[in-house]
């Protein structure tokens, strides 16, 4: 099992930036890949980035190339989504993923979720 705890959400002016934290516990070794999912208010959740398990590779949704960028730091366990030039339209509560499987941009390609970071951008 893998345990999943997000941090670094909040209230910022468009234009801003924030960066978020996951960090994970357990059996940390079932992490391989991980991704950034967000859902905002009536709309279903949505894929935001992903890494893999060695930082190679990483991908994002269009909305947010250019703008955003995900890391990881597996000596701390930790991954990060930097996020710059921040719009209303990013407000969201934003998700920490991880998965066993190479990778994957599907909400279903996930098994543990962290409990979610609120990140609101006002105009």
């Known amino acids: 099992q893998v345990r999943l705890v997000e941090s670094g959400g909040g209230l910022v002016q468009a234009g801003g930036s924030l960066r978020l934290a996951c960090v994970a516990s357990?059996?940390?070794?079932?992490?391989?890949?991980m991704g950034w999912f967000r859902q905002a208010p009536g709309k279903e959740r949505e894929f935001v980035a992903v890494?893999?398990?060695?930082?190679?590779?990483?991908y994002y949704t269009d909305s947010v190339k250019g703008r955003f960028a995900i890391s990881r730091d597996n000596a701390k366990n930790t991954m990060y989504l930097q996020m710059n030039t921040l719009k209303p339209e990013d407000t969201a509560v934003y998700y920490c993923?991880?998965?066993?499987?190479?990778?994957?941009?599907?909400?279903?390609?996930?098994?543990?979720w962290g409990q979610g970071t609120h990140v609101t951008v006002s105009s």
């Open positions: 993923a991880a998965t066993d499987r190479p990778w994957t941009t599907s909400t279903q390609g996930y098994n543990y």
């Open positions: 357990g059996r940390t070794s079932s992490a391989n890949t």
């Open positions: 890494i893999t398990w060695n930082g190679a590779y990483t």
